[in-house]
């Protein structure tokens, strides 16, 4: 069964860290994993998307990476700012079988000014 | 182009009561999906279809139906609603593997 987890599920920093997110996925016959941002009351947007032929994918101050070898994904936010705080999570797709994305529960960030 | 939207943003029902979530997508994706979010948890897969004429059960899929007669629109339906489907719900569509688009979600809550 595919399983995906996130920890911590929460986190707080100073503004201005650097900070790593966590994603652990059972699934060594992924497809692609992708990282969402979802503000409070919102829905989600999607943030990188890293195929499995990829190692890693960048976007401004955001950078994933994912080894398919130890089932992990990371999300590195450079220079964190308040206004980065939400709540991040990921979610991974099989090759196999039907394009469902199987979810974490998140990790909820806070950048303190 | 507006994405996915989503109707209505917010509801109140009664135990047992009926209603439909509405979900309409202007990216010609074949595939759509309900997913429910229930706080501090991640998001369960309901209902899932690959194309119009074409559904499938998700992990939780008691208690809802689902229908997709055109590419654009994917309703979902509860019927004899119970104070245990109180959530949010969220749908989304992608065209194969690729980014998945959601909508702003309706929050639900069953009295």
């Known amino acids: 069964k595919q399983e995906v987890t996130q920890i911590p599920a929460a986190l707080s920093v100073p503004e201005g860290e650097n900070l790593v997110l966590n994603c652990s996925f059972t699934d060594s016959a992924i497809y692609n994993l992708q990282w969402f941002r979802q503000d409070p009351g919102k829905g989600l947007t999607s943030l990188l998307l890293?195929?499995?032929?990829?190692r890693e994918q960048t976007s401004g101050r955001l950078n994933a990476s994912l080894d398919k070898s130890s089932g992990r994904s990371t999300l590195y936010i450079a220079a964190s700012q308040p206004g980065d705080s939400a709540t991040y999570l990921c979610?991974?797709?099989?090759?196999?079988?039907?394009?469902?994305?199987?979810f974490g529960t998140g990790t909820r960030l806070k950048v303190l000014a | 182009n507006a994405g996915v939207t989503q109707t209505p943003k917010f509801r109140i029902l009664k135990i047992g009561q009926s209603m439909t979530l509405q979900c309409a997508q202007d990216m010609n994706h074949n595939y759509m999906y309900w997913y429910r979010q229930d706080p501090g948890m991640g998001l369960k897969l309901i209902y899932y279809s690959v194309g119009a004429g074409i559904t499938d059960k998700g992990e939780v899929p008691n208690g809802y139906n689902v229908s997709r007669s055109t590419t654009e629109d994917f309703p979902l339906r509860l019927e004899l609603a119970a104070p245990s489907q109180t959530s949010v719900y969220f749908c989304?569509?992608?065209?194969?593997?690729?980014?998945?688009?959601f909508g702003q979600g309706t929050r639900l809550t069953v009295v």
């Open positions: 890293i195929q499995s032929s990829q």
């Open positions: 989304a569509s992608t065209q194969g593997r690729t980014e998945a688009f």
């Open positions: 979610a991974e797709t099989a090759t196999s079988g039907t394009y469902k994305y199987i």
